[in-house]
């Protein structure tokens, strides 16, 4: 896996897919070389769907050449074409770590937005799955995440990183096959903050859309609540 001046590219995500009915069969992910091995006993009628933020996806067959070159591309977030650096990735404690700020990552929109970009996750709305290994447990500031719109309450600018465990280990319940930990930038002074978020979508439907997110820090304590408003015609 090379980049088009034929760079290697490390931790891009390459899953391999029945043609039939588009199944996940199992994936892997690139080494420091761009290398990768994909051991499967189903190899007919597959095709390889390879993936790495900040590089256009591309889908492969399987009974093709595998020397794959992926392109750069223009990150969109909505209608606007955003320019930046592209995450730094690196392996931490067993742990595959990227960092947010200063990156595309950061003008994401929100927690969920961020995890969804990730090319080692799948999933939406607070309930994402580790490529290979299933649901994973969310934890934010070491916090067990506790209900699906906290991700929401998260400006992506405010990450510092997030952390994605493929083998949780003793200190987490036998039960847990991965885990997602998001840390976010420290917050510094006491009082009141908020902001507002608004979207208007027109197609066949016209869709409005607003969120407020409000919170309240005081002597360590941070409390925080979300209003939404919806309107669909």
């Given at each position: ?51 790495m933020v900040g590089y256009e996806t591309k ?124 840390y976010t930038i420290p917050k510094t002074g ?44």
């Amino acid at each position: 896996m090379n980049d088009p001046i034929g760079n290697p590219i490390e931790f891009a995500c390459v899953a391999l897919y029945s043609v039939t009915d588009t199944t996940l069969i199992t994936g892997s992910v690139t080494d420091s070389m761009g290398n990768f091995e994909i051991i499967s006993e189903l190899i007919d009628n597959t095709f390889l769907k390879v993936s790495m933020v900040g590089y256009e996806t591309k889908l492969v067959p399987t009974d093709t050449n595998l020397s794959v070159v992926l392109d750069e591309t223009t990150n969109e977030l909505g209608e606007v074409a955003v320019y930046g650096d592209l995450p730094k990735i690196r392996i931490k404690d067993y742990a595959l770590v990227t960092t947010v700020p200063n990156t595309v990552l950061s003008k994401a929109g929100t927690a969920n937005d961020v995890l969804k970009r990730l090319s080692s996750l799948t999933g939406k709305d607070g309930e994402f799955e580790v490529f290979g290994k299933g649901k994973a447990k969310i934890f934010i500031n070491n916090r067990e995440m506790r209900d699906l719109s906290e991700l929401d309450n998260i400006n992506s600018n405010d990450i510092k990183e997030v952390e994605i465990v493929t083998n949780p280990g003793a200190r987490y319940d036998a039960s847990v096959n991965a885990v997602i930990r998001i840390y976010t930038i420290p917050k510094t002074g006491d009082g009141l903050g908020f902001d507002l978020r608004s979207s208007y979508y027109r197609s066949q439907n016209t869709d409005l859309a607003d969120q407020l997110n409000v919170n309240y820090r005081k002597n360590g304590w941070d409390i925080f609540g979300t209003f939404n408003y919806h309107h669909s015609e």
